[in-house]
């Protein structure tokens, strides 16, 4: 880190970014479905301990246990459970239900994962969710628009 100090803190800039996009993705996707107007506090309680754990390892470069479940634990724990509750409010088919629960469970592995200290399995865990979120985000759109 600390021969790219300017890389690595732009990439958690950029991190803090993808989550304010996320708020924004759950607003939408909230609006469109009806889902209860809980999940948006969710999660942003899910972005308050994201941006406290990136501004740590901003302004101080630590990558303690404890601001990794910050951010890997809390944080994914919570828009895990933001994006389980809209799930619910959402009508799809069968084999999207599947793919949502799919990449719900890969959200709390990674949160088992933060909690526990276990890189592999957040590794494996991030790898499973960023598959599937993505192009979720895309279906989503579309089914929804």
């Given at each position: 880190m600390s021969a790219h100090q300017l890389e690595w803190r732009i990439g958690w800039a950029v991190w803090i970014l993808a989550g304010l996009s996320l708020l924004w993705f759950y607003a939408w996707w909230r609006g469109r479905v009806g889902a209860p107007h809980v999940v948006l506090l969710v999660a942003a309680l899910g972005y308050v301990a994201d941006i406290t754990a990136e501004l740590s390892f901003i302004l101080?470069?630590?990558?303690?246990?404890?601001?990794?479940?910050?951010?890997?634990?809390?944080?994914?724990?919570?828009?895990?459970?933001?994006?389980?509750?809209?799930?619910?409010?959402?009508?799809?088919?069968?084999?999207?239900?599947?793919?949502?629960?799919?990449?719900?469970?890969?959200?709390?592995?990674?949160?088992?994962?933060?909690?526990?200290?276990?890189?592999?399995?957040?590794?494996?865990?991030?790898?499973?969710?960023?598959?599937?979120?993505?192009?979720?985000?895309?279906?989503?759109?579309?089914?929804?628009?």
């Open positions: 101080y470069q630590v990558t303690e246990p404890f601001t990794v479940a910050l951010t890997g634990g809390v944080a994914n724990g919570m828009y895990t459970i933001a994006g389980a509750i809209l799930t619910v409010a959402t009508p799809l088919p069968a084999a999207a239900r599947v793919w949502a629960w799919t990449m719900w469970a890969a959200g709390a592995l990674l949160s088992i994962g933060a909690f526990a200290s276990a890189p592999p399995l957040i590794a494996a865990a991030t790898a499973v969710l960023f598959a599937l979120f993505c192009p979720w985000c895309l279906y989503l759109g579309r089914r929804l628009a």
